[in-house]
């Protein structure tokens, strides 16, 4: 770095229309370096001593000659510690265009080194920048420059920072157009920050008062399950969960299904099948037939007229989108996925079968940290697309008799991490007695976990019939339990 400092004249940047006067306030001028005519911004300490120098060459490039560590904001020298207010710019020409459209009088100044470093010369300043009433930060409006005002407005005390906005990039840009007055506006209109997320409660009214969203609810097909979650919602998290092979995946066909032929667009993402069998599910349910069964073992008799007919109302239909994929998939690049259904494709509600499959793919590691992850991730994703979710979750196997065998399902059961319940909407457990003499198609559905009106315990049964393929509510699951031992069968 070299230290030498240079002697630069001041005077008008014609272009610019900012005056001689406000560049010999600032220190502003033009010389000649190594040959080159360059722009001179001098930066002073407290005591109006130069200490360094940003020198800026036609290409605009820049070079700091002096003390860059000392540096601090430019033009600070200029004005007192105190006072109403102060308008921090993103750059020494924005700094005396603000100033000159103030007739010189009211504190402006600059960060040094643009956006990017933006928060970090407030931090350097912060003790003087603490003096004023306000601080109002005049960024560029472009991406970058709003970022980098949100991060400098953290810094402040509550209530001091304010973000100033433009109609044009930035502010000599509005000189250059003549727009003075607007400039002046910006700032006597500028708002307090408030960080994304946190909403005065006085300005809820409108919100409270108007009648809910379209899509904030449907019913589930069941009406025992209705009865206690209030139908699904958008912009949450249904977890459904039980042992192995007790009709999970059936649950998410009926549903899915259920939601198309209700008007739904949805994205569903197998992770343990073919999209040529979720398609085929889909199919056989509108149907009412097993035909990935029946075409599988050669005895599919089915009018070519009707299966068409089933593909065009479900599959086919437009509103059906399936990711075709077999096995486990990394975290980022399901996310990307489920991102890309919802915001191009226009899918309302994402199935996804299952976590389990989606951690197993991350590589070595604590299952329990990454399931953590993932369902931030998963929580996070559904509050910024405000689509609902609907997940399959495994359980851990409990002590005694198992899940294959009717054990009743809880949340403590669920696999690999607490996580999983805790930023789930709802959870719904799924039980059934594979082994049972009696009924061992009958599967109960148990809420678990119902954060949207609190109410827990058993909602209906449903029956598999397996002439049909399909699932269907067959009783009340309160009056179907019967107590029994713990070695034996609940169903």
Request: one cysteine or more; hydrophobic letters at 35%; aromatic letters at 6%.
């Amino acid at each position: 770095m070299n230290n030498r400092l240079i002697d630069a004249e001041p005077g008008p940047l014609v272009k610019r229309r900012i005056s001689e006067e406000t560049c010999r306030l600032f220190g502003y001028g033009t010389a000649e370096y190594n040959g080159q005519p360059v722009q001179v911004a001098t930066y002073c300490d407290e005591g109006g001593l130069a200490i360094a120098q940003k020198v800026r060459f036609k290409n605009k490039d820049f070079r700091i000659l002096g003390h860059s560590d000392q540096m601090l904001l430019y033009g600070r020298h200029l004005w007192k510690s105190t006072g109403r207010m102060v308008v921090v710019t993103e750059g020494e020409i924005d700094a005396m265009t603000v100033s000159q459209c103030q007739g010189n009088k009211w504190p402006v100044v600059s960060v040094p080194n643009g956006a990017h470093s933006a928060a970090k010369a407030i931090k350097k300043n912060l003790d003087w920048l603490e003096g004023f009433e306000s601080v109002i930060l005049m960024f560029d409006m472009d991406a970058p420059g709003q970022h980098a005002a949100q991060e400098c407005a953290l810094l402040l005390s509550p209530g001091k920072a304010k973000i100033a906005r433009l109609p044009e990039k930035d502010p000599n840009e509005m000189l250059v157009k003549g727009q003075t007055k607007q400039i002046i506006d910006a700032i006597w209109q500028a708002k307090v920050f408030r960080p994304d997320g946190i909403v005065a409660g006085n300005e809820l009214w409108e919100s409270i008062s108007s009648p809910p969203e379209a899509e904030a609810r449907i019913d589930y097909p069941w009406s025992g399950l209705n009865d206690k979650t209030y139908g699904l919602r958008q912009r949450e998290l249904v977890v459904l969960c039980s042992g192995s092979g007790i009709g999970k995946s059936s649950v998410c066909r009926e549903l899915a299904h259920w939601l198309v032929t209700n008007g739904q667009t949805i994205g569903y993402i197998a992770l343990e099948e073919s999209v040529r069998r979720t398609a085929l599910g889909l199919m056989g349910i509108h149907l009412n037939r097993p035909l990935h069964i029946e075409m599988a073992t050669g005895n599919a008799e089915i009018p070519s007229a009707d299966l068409k007919s089933a593909f065009e109302s479900t599959v086919g239909s437009g509103r059906v989108f399936l990711y075709d994929h077999f096995g486990s998939m990394d975290s980022d690049n399901l996310l990307s996925r489920i991102r890309y259904m919802v915001r191009a494709l226009g899918c309302d509600w994402i199935f996804l079968d299952h976590l389990s499959i989606v951690v197993s793919g991350l590589g070595d590691g604590d299952e329990r940290r990454l399931i953590d992850n993932t369902m931030t991730a998963l929580r996070s994703l559904v509050e910024e697309l405000g689509c609902g979710l609907i997940l399959v979750s495994h359980l851990k196997r409990p002590e005694g008799r198992g899940h294959e065998e009717g054990a009743q399902t809880s949340l403590a059961q669920l696999r690999g991490s607490a996580a999983i319940g805790q930023l789930s909407d709802i959870v719904i457990g799924l039980e059934r007695n594979q082994q049972a003499e009696d009924n061992p198609d009958q599967m109960r559905v148990r809420v678990l976990k119902n954060r949207f009106s609190g109410h827990t315990g058993p909602a209906c049964l449903l029956t598999y019939d397996r002439d049909t393929g399909r699932l269907s509510e067959s009783g009340d699951a309160a009056e179907g339990l019967r107590p029994v031992p713990d070695e034996q069968p609940e169903f």
